[in-house]
């Protein structure tokens, strides 16, 4: 089985749980969970990029948390 049968066959598993992917990250576990992992790749972030970068930081922080979990 080659890289492109594996690909395939992703993006059937995918089609055929589509409603059942997107229910899992839309809920609340998916927020906590997402809520602890953007805090610590937003504050790494922060430590090492100069201050100036913190606002967009937060910026793309706030994005990607809108797209996962509940709120």
Request: aromatic share 2%; glycine share 10%.
């Amino acid at each position: 089985m080659g890289i492109d049968d594996l690909i395939g066959k992703g993006k059937d598993a995918y089609e055929q749980n589509k409603e059942k992917i997107d229910e899992a990250l839309r809920s609340e576990k998916a927020e906590e969970i997402s809520d602890k992992a953007l805090d610590g790749v937003s504050g790494f972030a922060k430590k090492v990029a100069p201050d100036s970068a913190d606002s967009k930081i937060d910026e793309i922080r706030a994005n990607l948390d809108g797209k996962i979990g509940d709120q």
